[in-house]
C-alpha cells in the first residue's frame, strides 16, 4: 500500500506518527513491517486528527487499525480535560468474554453433537440487528423493570440472580459495574428517567429484550478448544485464569445492541448541535470528532449515557453466557462452565496516565495491565497481570494473553483483534462465495450460517500471525493459550449497530 504520510520506524514492531512541524509528543504506532504496511493514508490522517484535537495529550495505533468513526478502529487516545464520544464508538463497550468448560475436546469431535450444540444456543441467543429474545423460544424473559435495573446497576447481585446468571462471574469483568459522572449509581437511575421521559429511548421495552443476544455484522459466538502455550513464564497466568489444556471454551464478540447504538447517535447530534450554537470548529472539520470539556453538562451526560449503555453491555455478556452454558449443559449433561473473563475494547475508562488521572479512550482497543499494575491490587490478577482476549478469525484462530511491563509505552492497551484488511462492500465484491465456505469445511469448522458472509470471511481480514507478531514484538503482551474454532454463531443477513 502507497502512503503519503510517513512513518519513522524505531524498532522491528514500533514506528512513530510525527505531528506536523513536529509540535508535541509524536503518535506511538505499533505494528511490524508487514503490517505497517496495512496502514492507508485516511487511517494515519485519522489519527492525526485526533492527536490535534482540544486537550489530547496522547495517541497510539495498535496493528488492527483502520478507518472508523471520527478516530481509527484499533486506537488509543488520551484527554486529561476532554471526554470524546468518537474515540468510543456507537456500539459503546463491544467486548469480549470466554467461558471454560470441564468439557475435553474429544467430546465434540462428532458433528452431530457440534451441530446440536449449535441448535441449542441459537434457540437461546439469536443472532441479527434488531433481532432479541421473541425470536428465541428458550431465552430470558426481561420485563421493562428489570431492563431498568440492569442499565443503573450492571452486574450487581440482585441483576445476576434475577437473570440466572452466577453473581461470581462478576469478578471476572473489566468493570461489572459503571456509574454517574458523580460516582453515584442513583444518578444513573435519574439520568435514564430523564432520557424515557421525552421519548430519548423509543421502544425501551424492545432493546430491553435483546439481552442475551450476539446482533450482527462481526459479532459472533465461538467454541473453540484450549491449546495452553508451552512456556514457564505464562505456565501461572494460565492457571490463574482456569483455562484447561485440549478443554473446550466459548469465546464472544458483541456490546450493547440497540440500545448503546442509540445512546451514542443521540450524543453525536446533541454535541454536534452545542457546536453549532458556540460556533466551535470541528477539529479537522470532522463532526465525528465532536467533544465535551469536562465538568461541563454536556460531558456529564455522556458519561452518565455511556455508563448506561455500558451496564447493558456487561449484563448481555453474562447473560448470553450463562445461555451458553445452559445450551451445552442440555446436549452435555453434567457439565460446568466458569467465566474466564470479559474485557471491553470500546470504551472510555478514567486511570492514571503519566502520573496525572486521565480519561483513556480505547476503540477498538483492549486494555491490558500487566503483573504489578495498581489498579490491579487485591485482585487475583494482582500477580500475573489480567487475562486479554484477542480473536483473530475462526480459520487461524484467537489467542489468550496476558501484559508485559511494556505495555507502559502504548497506555496499557493492545489490539482487539486482528482488524479489517478490507472494508465490506470490497470482501463482497473481492471473495467468493464457494471458497469462503470451502476454507471452513477443510478446517472442519461447522457455523449456523447456510453460507458464511464474505465480508466477515478470514480474509477479509489482515495478517492474524502478523499482528501476533507485532504485539509480541513490540513486547505489549505474551501468549497464554491458542483458541482453535470447531463452531461459529454468526449473522449473516448484514452489519449491526
Request: aromatic share 6%.
Amino acid at each position: 500500500m502507497s502512503n503519503t504520510i510517513q512513518l519513522h520506524p524505531t524498532s522491528e514492531a514500533e514506528a512513530f506518527l510525527p505531528l506536523p512541524d513536529s509540535k508535541g509528543k509524536p503518535i506511538t504506532v505499533i505494528g511490524n513491517e508487514a503490517i505497517r504496511q496495512t496502514f492507508d493514508d485516511q487511517t494515519l490522517q485519522q489519527a492525526l486528527n485526533c492527536r490535534a484535537a482540544p486537550g489530547v495529550t496522547e495517541v497510539v495505533v495498535n496493528p488492527d487499525a483502520h478507518v472508523g468513526y471520527g478516530a481509527p478502529i484499533g486506537c488509543v487516545m488520551v484527554s486529561p480535560t476532554h471526554i470524546y464520544p468518537g474515540p468510543v464508538g456507537v456500539d459503546i463497550k463491544c467486548s469480549m468474554s470466554l467461558l471454560q468448560f470441564d468439557l475435553p475436546q474429544e467430546e465434540i469431535i462428532d458433528k452431530r453433537v457440534r451441530r446440536a450444540l449449535i441448535e441449542a444456543i441459537v434457540q437461546r441467543t439469536p443472532t441479527g440487528a434488531g433481532r432479541g429474545q421473541r425470536e428465541a423460544k428458550k431465552s430470558r424473559r426481561v420485563s421493562p423493570d428489570l431492563g431498568v435495573q440492569v442499565c443503573i446497576e450492571g452486574a450487581s447481585r440482585a441483576v445476576c440472580e434475577a437473570l440466572g446468571i452466577p453473581p461470581e462471574w462478576a469478578e471476572h469483568c473489566e468493570d461489572a459495574h459503571h456509574y454517574g459522572h458523580d460516582g453515584n449509581v442513583s444518578t444513573l437511575g435519574e439520568r435514564l428517567e430523564k432520557i424515557r421521559s421525552f421519548n430519548g429511548m423509543p421502544n425501551f421495552e424492545s432493546k430491553m429484550l435483546q439481552l442475551g443476544s450476539y446482533g450482527g455484522g462481526n459479532h459472533f459466538g465461538e467454541c473453540e478448544v484450549v491449546e495452553l502455550i508451552d512456556d514457564p513464564a505464562v505456565k501461572n497466568a494460565a492457571e490463574v485464569f482456569g483455562l484447561k489444556h485440549n478443554h473446550v471454551a466459548f469465546l464472544s464478540h458483541c456490546g450493547s445492541r440497540g440500545f448503546g447504538n442509540i445512546l451514542a447517535q443521540r450524543q453525536f447530534k446533541l454535541l454536534e448541535e452545542h457546536f453549532n450554537q458556540w460556533s466551535t470548529p470541528f477539529p479537522a472539520g470532522d463532526k465525528q470528532l465532536v467533544y465535551a470539556p469536562l465538568g461541563t453538562p454536556q460531558a456529564n451526560d455522556y458519561i452518565d449515557d455511556m455508563s448506561l449503555g455500558c451496564n447493558f453491555a456487561t449484563v448481555n455478556h453474562m447473560l448470553i453466557n450463562a445461555l451458553v452454558l445452559e445450551a451445552f449443559q442440555e446436549v452435555l449433561p453434567g457439565i460446568q462452565g466458569k467465566l474466564v473473563y470479559f474485557i471491553s475494547h470500546n470504551i472510555a475508562r478514567q486511570e492514571v496516565v503519566d502520573n496525572k488521572i486521565a480519561w483513556v479512550h480505547r476503540k477498538g482497543a483492549t486494555r491490558a495491565f500487566p503483573a504489578g499494575h495498581h489498579a490491579l491490587k487485591e485482585t487475583i490478577y494482582a500477580e500475573t497481570g489480567h487475562p486479554i482476549l484477542l480473536p483473530g478469525n475462526p480459520r487461524d484462530g484467537s489467542v489468550v494473553m496476558v501484559a508485559q511491563p511494556g505495555a507502559v509505552k502504548t497506555c496499557y492497551s493492545v489490539n482487539h483483534g486482528a482488524g479489517r484488511a478490507l472494508g465490506r462492500k470490497a470482501a463482497i465484491r473481492a471473495l467468493d462465495q464457494a471458497t469462503v465456505d470451502a476454507d471452513f469445511e477443510s478446517y472442519d469448522i461447522l457455523t449456523n450460517c447456510r453460507q458464511y458472509p464474505k465480508d466477515e470471511a478470514p480474509a477479509a481480514y489482515k495478517d492474524f500471525k502478523e499482528v501476533l507478531n507485532s504485539v509480541e514484538t513490540a513486547g505489549l503482551a505474551r501468549s497464554v493459550a491458542t483458541l482453535k474454532a470447531r463452531f461459529v454463531i454468526k449473522d449473516s443477513s448484514g452489519a449491526d449497530d
